[in-house]
């Protein structure tokens, strides 16, 4: 069966520091690996996905994360943070051949702050 | 063009009771999901449909259950309310199963007292 685990439910950086959220990954199959980022009291906006190819997936307001299958990891990285930034991070992977987010499993998520 | 529509946006039920959720996926998609948001348990997937067929379903007791309609709109019911039912239901949506475009909407909160 298909996991994921975001490393740290909270994260703190100061504004214009560097954003790193961690996810490690566990499938049977090539991974679909997807970040969402979800604002108070709203639904799932899609960062960024890797679905195949470059490993180095660019995404939304400035986010990149990048395929590691030898770590199983898929880190989402933003070299300077924003005060907007500030909002709760899912990583997910498909659990389905083809990519399908029609059932994905979600990671608990990052809390991310962005102090002044 | 209008977002995923969920109604309504929050809703208070009483153990026991039965409550029926709405989704309106974005014009010309015909693939909904549904997904359970709790503290406890994050993110869960409910079901998926695609042309008024469940193609897909999580690992949720029977009284969670779901239809399609035939111009896409989708619905979720839980009967015999329980406090554990309490969530944050999200709809998403996407032209079709495989597609990598899918789009949710603002979500259902859902109290159970």
């Known amino acids: 069966a298909q996991s994921v685990t975001q490393l740290g439910s909270h994260v703190s950086v100061s504004e214009g520091a560097l954003v790193l959220l961690r996810c490690n990954y566990s499938?049977?199959?090539?991974?679909?690996l997807f970040w969402y980022v979800q604002y108070p009291n709203q639904g799932l906006q899609l960062l960024l996905k890797?679905?195949?190819?470059?490993?180095l997936v660019k995404g939304i307001n400035g986010f990149e994360a990048e395929f590691k299958k030898s770590e199983t990891s898929f880190h989402l990285t933003k070299p300077s943070a924003h005060m907007s930034d500030a909002a709760e991070y899912f990583c997910?992977?498909?659990?389905?051949?083809?990519?399908?987010?029609?059932?994905?499993?979600f990671g608990k998520g990052t809390k991310l702050s962005v102090k002044p | 063009k209008a977002g995923v529509t969920q109604t309504p946006r929050y809703l208070i039920k009483t153990r026991g009771q039965q409550v029926t959720l709405s989704c309106s996926p974005i014009?010309?998609?015909?693939?909904v999901s549904w997904y359970q948001q709790t503290p406890g348990q994050g993110l869960q997937f409910l079901f998926e449909?695609?042309?008024?067929?469940?193609?897909n379903k999580g690992n949720f007791p029977g009284r969670f259950s779901g239809r399609q309609f035939s111009n896409s709109r989708s619905e979720m019911n839980v009967s015999t309310l329980e406090l554990g039912d309490s969530a944050l239901y999200l709809c998403?949506?996407?032209?079709?199963?495989?597609?990598?475009?899918?789009?949710f909407g603002s979500g259902t909160r859902l109290t159970v007292v």
């Open positions: 998403a949506s996407s032209f079709s199963p495989g597609t990598d475009q899918n789009t």
């Open positions: 014009s010309g998609h015909r693939s």
């Open positions: 997910a992977v498909s659990d389905r051949e083809g990519g399908s987010q029609g059932n994905l499993i």
């Open positions: 499938s049977s199959v090539p991974p679909y």
């Open positions: 449909y695609f042309s008024e067929t469940q193609r």
């Open positions: 890797y679905t195949t190819g470059a490993t």
